[in-house]
């Protein structure tokens, strides 16, 4: 008798939360917070698959390491870009890889995004927190020139979002900024509000499409 089907799939790096079966064709990678672990997101996919058309979509949590260490962010980074090409042998195409990211996780998923020389769908950062600007825009890869963005700040990170999204703007990337003036929230509480999950079902929804 085989055994019941079992949505979540752990991994010594990540938690995946596997997409409806014989659906999957897209994956997305989002990284959480400092003060974080990645399991700590996986009540968000039940919220984003009753708002948008992400059946097809698996959702992979990654577990990051914000130790104070100077290596911490390129581990980082180079964990979730480990991750994208696990996802890319596993048979999901480039195109069909969405990344996100909330408060310190959102600075990780865009340096490992634009810095990443294979182009994927889209990648998403919600309270950005702890991101080196001129670092994310010194160290783009011209693969990535037309990859979307989507910033999404909250009062207390909107001058550090609003700046990040000008001088990507600036560069050339197709960048849509949003200021959610209501989401007050601390970061690491790990709580999005209403409006946050919409914004984020809405743009993996259009990077992600149903395939028809």
């Known amino acids: 008798m085989a055994a019941p089907w079992n949505p979540l799939m752990h991994e010594e790096t990540y938690v995946r939360r596997r997409a409806v079966p014989n659906s999957h064709t897209s994956s997305v990678v989002f990284c959480h917070a400092s003060g974080q672990q990645g399991s700590d997101w996986l009540y968000i996919v039940d919220q984003l698959r009753s708002l948008a058309r992400l059946d097809h979509v698996a959702f992979v949590f990654p577990y990051l390491s914000y130790d104070g260490k100077a290596a911490s962010p390129a581990s980082n980074v180079q964990l979730i870009q480990t991750i994208v090409a696990e996802e890319i042998k596993k048979g999901i195409l480039p195109g069909r890889i969405a990344l996100g990211g909330m408060g310190e996780g959102a600075a990780v998923a865009l340096s490992a995004v634009l810095s990443d020389p294979t182009k994927i769908a889209g ?16 160290r783009r890869a011209p693969t990535q020139a037309q990859t979307p963005v989507l910033i999404a700040s909250r009062v207390t990170q909107e001058t550090a979002a609003m700046g990040l999204g000008e001088k990507l703007q600036r560069a050339g990337q197709p960048v849509e900024v949003i200021a959610h003036k209501a989401a007050s929230l601390d970061a690491k509480s790990g709580l999005l509000s209403q409006q946050e999950v919409e914004d984020l079902g809405a743009f993996f929804q259009k990077v992600l499409p149903v395939e028809k």
């Not at 990648?123 to 010194?138: T, Y």
């Open 123 to 138: 990648v998403a950062g919600l309270a950005l927190a702890g991101a080196d600007d001129n670092q994310i825009i010194a």
